[in-house]
C-alpha cells in the first residue's frame, strides 16, 4: 500500500519530514535544492525557503549530492564533516520509470545531542589516532603517497592503478617513464607500499640533484676517514639504508656513466661497497627507476648502458601527460581546491564552467604538478566561495587562442613561431637537436629563434 492510499495526509507526512530525527536534503537532477527539511536548516543556519534553487554544494559543506545524480550510485554511511562535525550520510539516487537519474535523497543522523557529542569525539580521537599511525608509518618508511591519492577516472590512470596492483609484491624493478610532473613519484610509492617490503623503508634519490662527485657516497655510503672532509663514523648511504626495502631512482636518466657501472654492479651481486670499506656488503634492494629521457635514444648515442637498461626495464610503466587524459582534469581541480581549502581553511564550493573549460583546453606543460600550483595560486586569489576565471593566470588562456585581428600578422606568426618552438622543446624534453628535426628546421636556426624569443 503506497502513502497515496493510506489514511496519512499530504499534511501529515510534511510534518513528520520536516521534524524528522534524520535531517533531510533532496536535489533535483543538476544538484540544486528542491526540499531541505526545518531540522537539518536550523542546524545549518540557512533559511528552509531561500536555499530553494540554490546548488546544493552553496549551501552544504563536503557535500556529494551533486556527484550521486551524476553517478545514479548510492552513497550509505559515509562520514561528512559539516559545521566542525562528523556527521553520518546516506545519498540515494532517485530514479524514473525509464531509470533515469532525476533527483537524490541525503540524510544526515547524528545531531547535536550528548549522544553525538559522544560519538564525535570518539570519532575525532579515533582519526587522530589513525592520522597520527599514518605519521608514524611516514617517518619510519618514508612511504607518503599510496594508490588512493593517485586521483584520475580515466582509463588511462585506472589501468596503470590495476597495473601497481599486478607488480606491486612481484620484486622485479620497475621503470616509470612520464614527463615532469606527471605522477611519477607518487606510482614509487604506492607500489612500494603495496609491495611485501612495505613496512621497510623506501629511499627516494634524485641522481640529478646531486653533483656527480657526491653520487657515490649518496648510493654507497662511506666510511670514517675515507677521504678528507668524510664525516666522523662516516656515512650510510641510499642502498644500505634501503635494505629490505625499495630504492627509487630520479631521473636515472641523468645519470653518468662510470656511475651506471657502479649501479649495475650493485644490483647484480646484492651487494654494495662503501668508499673506504674494503670489502662488499650485502644489500636486499627492490629498485624502482624514472626518467624522463629517451634511454633508447640514448643507448644507441652511447649515453646509456644496454646492460643497465635491461636490468631496470623488466617491468615498463609509462605515465602519459595529463594532456593525454584532460578528462582527468575535473577531478584534479576538485580534488586540489579541496586539499588547499582544508590546509588554508577557504571555501571554495565550485568552479566556475568558464575557468573549467580553460583549464580543460591548456597544454599543461607542467602536468599535474602545474595544475596544483596554479589551483593553488587561484584559490587564494578568489574573493567569493567560486574559483572563478579571473583567479587563473593570462598564460592560460593566451595559451590557446591566438588573437587574431588584435595584432599585426608578422606579430601573430610570430607568436605562432614562438608558441611552437617552446611547446616543442618541452616536448622533447629540452633536447635542441631532436627539436629542430621535429620542426624541420636547422640547430643553428634553432638557436637563433631561441635567442630572438628569449626562450628558456
Ligand atoms: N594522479 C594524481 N593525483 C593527485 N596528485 C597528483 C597526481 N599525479 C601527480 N600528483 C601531484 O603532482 C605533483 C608532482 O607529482 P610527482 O612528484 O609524483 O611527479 P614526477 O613525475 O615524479 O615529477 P618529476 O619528474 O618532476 O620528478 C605532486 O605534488 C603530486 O602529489
Not at 533559511?47 to 546548488?55: A, P
Not at 587522530?128 to 580515466?154: A, P
Not at 587574431?404 to 633536447?431: C, H, P, R, W, Y
Request: aromatic share 8%; net charge neutral; hydrophobic share 40%.
Amino acid at each position: 500500500m503506497g502513502v497515496k492510499d493510506s489514511l496519512l495526509t499530504d499534511e501529515m507526512m510534511d510534518t513528520i519530514i520536516a521534524n524528522a530525527f534524520e535531517w533531510i536534503v533532496v536535489v533535483d537532477h543538476r544538484g540544486d535544492i528542491i526540499y531541505l527539511n526545518d531540522s537539518y536548516s536550523a542546524f545549518l543556519d540557512v533559511d528552509s525557503k531561500t536555499v530553494i534553487g540554490k546548488h546544493v554544494t552553496e549551501v552544504i559543506e563536503n557535500t556529494r549530492m551533486h556527484h550521486v545524480v551524476q553517478t545514479g550510485k548510492e552513497e550509505l554511511a559515509d562520514l561528512q564533516y559539516i559545521r566542525g562535525n562528523y556527521m553520518i550520510a546516506n545519498r540515494v539516487p532517485i530514479f524514473n520509470r525509464n531509470k533515469e537519474v532525476i533527483g537524490a535523497y541525503g540524510t544526515v543522523i547524528f545531531r547535536d545531542t550528548s549522544e553525538w557529542d559522544k560519538m564525535n569525539s570518539h570519532v575525532k580521537s579515533m582519526l587522530g589516532r589513525i592520522r597520527n599511525y599514518l605519521q608514524e608509518y611516514e617517518q619510519q618508511t618514508g612511504v607518503k603517497y599510496t594508490l588512493e591519492d593517485i586521483i584520475g577516472k580515466s582509463k588511462l590512470i585506472q589501468t596503470l592503478k590495476e597495473k601497481v596492483k599486478h607488480i606491486a609484491s612481484s620484486d622485479v624493478s620497475v621503470l616509470i617513464r612520464g614527463e615532469s610532473g606527471t605522477g611519477k613519484e607518487l606510482f614509487a610509492h604506492s607500489i612500494h607500499q603495496l609491495s611485501n617490503r612495505s613496512s621497510m623503508p623506501f629511499i627516494k634519490l634524485n641522481c640529478a640533484a646531486i653533483p656527480e662527485h657526491l653520487l657515490e657516497s649518496e648510493l654507497f655510503g662511506y666510511e670514517e676517514g675515507a677521504f678528507t672532509g668524510a664525516k666522523k663514523g662516516g656515512k650510510k648511504g641510499k642502498f644500505l639504508l634501503a635494505d629490505g626495502g625499495t630504492l627509487f631512482l630520479d631521473e636515472i636518466g641523468d645519470m653518468s656513466l662510470p656511475m651506471q657501472i657502479k649501479l649495475l654492479r650493485a644490483l647484480q651481486e646484492g651487494e654494495v661497497e662503501p668508499i673506504g670499506a674494503g670489502k662488499p656488503i650485502q644489500v636486499n634492494v627492490r629498485v624502482i627507476a624514472a626518467t624522463n629521457r629517451p634511454l633508447e635514444k640514448m643507448m644507441e648515442e652511447k649515453r646509456f648502458r644496454d646492460d643497465l637498461y635491461y636490468r631496470i626495464h623488466v617491468i615498463p610503466f609509462h605515465i602519459p601527460s595529463l594532456r593525454e587524459r584532460t578528462e582527468d582534469i575535473p577531478m584534479l581541480v576538485e580534488h586540489f581546491i579541496q586539499k588547499i581549502c582544508k590546509r588554508t581553511g577557504r571555501r571554495i564550493t565550485s568552479v566556475t564552467p568558464d575557468a573549467l573549460a580553460v583549464l580543460s583546453r591548456y597544454r599543461w606543460p607542467g602536468n599535474i604538478r602545474e595544475l596544483e600550483n596554479v589551483i593553488q595560486a587561484a584559490v587564494h586569489l578568489s574573493t567569493g566561495d567560486k574559483l572563478t576565471l579571473e583567479a587563473l593566470p593570462d598564460y592560460l588562456t593566451e595559451s590557446y587562442s591566438i588573437p587574431f585581428g588584435s595584432k599585426s600578422l608578422k606579430d601573430t606568426l610570430e607568436e605562432a613561431e614562438k608558441q611552437a618552438i617552446i611547446q616543442t622543446l618541452e616536448n622533447v624534453n629540452d633536447d635542441k637537436l631532436e627539436a629542430a628535426k621535429l620542426l624541420g628546421i636547422s640547430k643553428s636556426s634553432l638557436y637563433e629563434k631561441i635567442k630572438k624569443y628569449h626562450i628558456g
